[in-house]
């Protein structure tokens, strides 16, 4: 390849699957030349611990970056985002004009917090989303300062981090959901209610079905309140705004990709799809951008902002990039994702989506020590574990093969089977249904 | 038709200085149902999988039962009484969650990296006078002194056993050991005597346990004693005792195979005795190839509660099953050139601590205890030699180490700088 050896490859997005991504084309022997761009100024860096132990100020914000595993020998473009692709012309557009010519290109520029409508208060000062580095660095700086009152509007994975975060440092905090439960979309609502009693114990004042309005600020534009649809206010000089995140695709709009804020639409390759549905060969996506389908789900498309799918699919697009068309492997990925909150170490395989049972396998929900499994039509999709992850292995094992729901009877520290309901929202409008939002 | 008697050619005493060709013919196998119903798992994937299996259980002990005594009381409502304790309060390693995870979390709280590394000097201190002391010989009887007393004197400091009582647990806890050894296991008088071993260690124990909570110390035995912020013991005394045992019984009987098999190791491949002596930092290394190579425990027990499907068999529900830690660390589809000492090998996930979540509390003491003794043996002894080889062993097949290791020298050098 003559060719690559003078444009080489691209990696769009220096986080973790374009820097993954980038070490496996070293690893798999590319020695031509690597270009990645950020969009960011900073060094690829870790995001778990941005909602965990850089908002209690364990960790500084700037001690996440990530490790290089191999010498890259690589052109770094930081600081400057990708906003155009010309497919026909095999370049990129960057948005200081600079135009950068590839051979082949990885996708990889992962997603973006969804942010409060400027229209209903979102421009107030003291509002915040927890996404980046330099979010973090912000919002650590302001709990510091020992606001009265955190509002923290979304019950995800983030908001009870966050949650978490600022009782561990003593500050009065209020959630707000529109749903039953904390963690109801991930979880569903009968293992979300564990979370409830802990936001309970722990002093936050959790509002479940409550939807905000609008914010509303003080003569100096910062945040004082919230209005809530069933009118109610909530007092609050902090928010931290936890709506999930929309997939940076927006410099793709004129690509001819299947791409929207969903994702980047791959085939089970890790390949872009191209507008008319065929695969591209030279443009690969990996990490929270990418909608890939699993074969596991009914080769349904999904696409999660899971931290080991990151890892694992920005290695496998790169594989397969440097391999002939003939010898595409398919990405057979169990998502997995974790989390801690109210010292609880939350672990999940497979998707829970469409889920119409779920059973406690091990443990009892009581002891908030458990694992459950999920259900959907007599096979088991997916497992959950509350200080329980040892046994997670022999779950995925099962699930990966299709096993039935349960998979596993006569396990030890299994009382009765107590099976029901796991009680998701309704899925929500248009293409998010597709996606499972996790930190 | 596979052979269904192998492992009861492990467990033969004759095969103990060499299990590995048995070892590979179970491979053969991964999954070797055995002629007394029991299952032998043998491979890496095999194993792998298994430690991580819900249905696998750890408690496989049979009932403690204590002989008649021909007196009614003792017989009829005391040992009884007795009996259901000690089922019911066994040491950790033969339990399942949640008590075993809630136990295990206690000790681990107690097992930090300060307390172990606070003892580094002390076993830099000990090893220095236990070699010092065989100055003037020809001949260093590895075992008796440095092996044992080493890991038994660190075991002791850090739990707060008082080391003068030292010797008279030492038969207790070589008996107790036994309760690993399916041979002892089913042997009814070698049970009995294991009863009576726990009785009296379980006595000493409690007695100590009031002493510490009346002179609370900075030793671990202390901290788990003590009362949990709610004013109660975190655990209760039938468990405290029980895990106090355990360590203290740890303590004495496997280490003292690491560093055994680690040196005999050593002067079996000279070079590599060489290379440590010349460069102390490949201690971890070499330690790591040891517990690969020959690791102080060579296999546990366990029980299916359910019927498992694994490597196309189908263990039974009930059925004992032995996980083969040693042979799955000489697996060659897990590892290259399996049976060839290499501590520069990159691929080395071995089962030496075994795995899942009975995986070895002590492992970090258990490593630094042979690095610091390995690389002052090779550094100390001159010229060492092997005077027998195979040396004679322990009659454990599954704590399985060199009873006695005499190593010839002609002297032993100061203390290196």
């Given at each position: 390849m003559s060719a690559a050896a003078d444009v080489g490859i691209v990696v769009v997005g220096a986080s973790l699957a374009g820097l993954r991504g980038a070490e496996a084309l070293r690893r798999n022997g590319y020695a031509g030349r690597l270009t990645l761009i950020g969009d960011e100024p900073h060094r690829p860096y870790d995001r778990p611990?941005?909602?965990k132990h850089v908002l209690s100020g364990e960790l500084a914000p700037d001690s996440t970056e990530l490790p290089l595993l191999v010498t890259l020998d690589a052109d770094w473009r930081l600081g400057h985002a990708a906003v155009g692709l010309d497919r026909v012309a095999r370049n990129i557009r960057l948005a200081d004009g600079a135009v950068l010519a590839y051979e082949k290109l990885l996708i990889a520029t992962g997603a973006q917090a969804r942010p409060w409508p400027a229209a209903s208060g979102g421009a107030l000062a003291n509002i915040f989303t927890l996404r980046g580095r330099d979010d973090a660095a912000r919002l650590r700086a302001a709990l510091a300062r020992g606001p009265r009152r955190v509002l923290i509007v979304g019950a995800g994975l983030i908001g009870c981090e966050a949650a978490s975060c600022c009782r561990a440092l003593g500050l009065p905090v209020t959630l707000v959901d529109p749903n039953p439960t904390p963690l109801a979309r991930s979880l569903g609502t009968w293992i979300g209610g564990v979370i409830a009693e802990c936001l309970k114990d722990s002093g936050v004042a959790f509002h479940p079905g409550a939807q905000v309005l609008r914010f509303e600020g003080d003569a100096s534009g910062r945040v004082v309140r919230a209005d809530l649809a069933d009118g109610r206010t909530i007092e609050a000089d902090l928010v931290i705004v936890a709506l999930g995140a929309t997939r940076a695709t927006d410099w793709l709009r004129d690509a001819g990709l299947m791409a929207d804020a969903g994702g980047v639409t791959c085939d089970g390759a890790c390949r872009a799809v191209a507008s008319d549905g065929t695969a591209t060969g030279d443009i690969y996506a990996a990490g929270d951008v990418a909608r890939w389908p699993i074969a596991l789900y009914g080769g349904r498309l999904f696409s999660v902002e899971h931290w080991g799918n990151a890892v694992a699919q920005g290695a496998h697009a790169a594989r397969n990039m440097l391999a002939p068309a003939d010898d595409q492997h398919s990405y057979d990925h169990l998502p997995a994702f974790w989390s801690s909150q109210f010292g609880i170490n939350i672990k999940a395989v497979g998707?829970?989506?469409?889920?119409?049972s779920v059973a406690i396998v091990q443990g009892s929900r009581a002891s908030r020590r458990f694992l459950a499994v999920y259900g959907r039509a007599g096979r088991s999709i997916a497992a959950v574990s509350f200080d329980q992850a040892r046994w997670l292995p022999a779950y995925a094992e099962a699930i990966m093969a299709g096993s039935p729901y349960p998979p596993i009877r006569e396990a030890s520290d299994q009382g009765l089977f107590v099976t029901?309901?796991?009680?998701?929202?309704p899925p929500r409008p248009a293409h998010r249904s597709d996606e499972a939002r996790h930190g | 038709m596979a052979d269904d008697t192998l492992f009861s050619e492990v467990l033969d005493p004759a095969n103990r200085a060499d299990p590995y060709p048995i070892y590979a013919r179970l491979r053969e196998n991964p999954v070797s149902p055995q002629r007394d119903g029991s299952i032998v798992v043998s491979t890496h994937a095999a194993i792998r999988s298994l430690i991580f299996d819900p249905r696998l259980s750890s408690e496989d002990l049979p009932p403690s039962h204590r002989p008649r005594t021909g007196n009614l009381l003792k017989d009829w409502l005391l040992n009884p009484i007795k009996d259901r304790i000690a089922t019911a309060h066994r040491p950790l390693i033969f339990r399942d969650p949640p008590d075993h995870d809630i136990l295990r979390s206690v000790v681990m709280r107690e097992f930090t990296v300060a307390r172990v590394q606070a003892l580094k000097q002390r076993v830099v201190r000990d090893v220095d006078t236990l070699i010092d002391a065989c100055r003037g010989r020809d001949e260093v009887c590895l075992v008796e002194d440095l092996s044992y007393p080493l890991p038994v004197a660190v075991i002791c400091d850090m739990l707060g056993v008082p080391e003068a009582d030292e010797p008279q647990f030492q038969i207790w806890a070589t008996q107790l050991a036994t309760a690993l050894e399916p041979d002892a296991r089913h042997d009814q008088a070698s049970r009995h005597r294991t009863v009576a071993a726990f009785d009296a260690i379980s006595g000493y124990m409690r007695a100590l346990i009031r002493e510490k909570r009346r002179h609370p110390a900075s030793d671990m035995l202390s901290a788990l004693a003590a009362p949990g912020p709610r004013g109660q013991a975190v655990m209760g005394d039938f468990d405290l005792i029980s895990t106090a045992i355990l360590l203290l019984v740890a303590g004495h009987e496997t280490t003292v195979n690491l560093i055994t098999n680690g040196m005999l190791t050593l002067l079996r491949h000279p070079l590599e005795l060489d290379r440590l002596r010349a460069d102390p930092e490949r201690a971890p290394r070499v330690i790591e190839e040891l517990l690969r190579y020959e690791p102080p425990v060579h296999f546990r027990t366990r029980k299916a509660l359910g019927a498992i499907e694994i490597a196309g068999h189908t263990i039974r529900k009930g059925a004992p099953v032995i996980l083969l830690f040693a042979a799955a660390n000489r697996d060659p589809v897990r590892f290259v050139d399996p049976d060839r000492f290499d501590p520069?090998?990159?691929?080395i996930q071995h089962f030496g601590f075994g795995g899942g979540l009975h995986y070895c509390m002590g492992a970090p003491l258990a490593r630094i205890e042979a690095e610091i003794a390995l690389v002052a043996l090779c550094r100390r002894l001159v010229a060492p030699r092997l005077m027998v080889d195979p040396p004679p062993y322990r009659p454990g097949a599954s704590l399985r180490g060199p009873e006695r290791l005499g190593i010839g020298i002609n002297g032993i050098a100061a203390h290196p700088t």
């Open positions: 611990p941005l909602s998707l829970s989506e469409g889920a119409d029901t309901a796991p009680g998701f929202p | 520069d090998r990159e691929d």
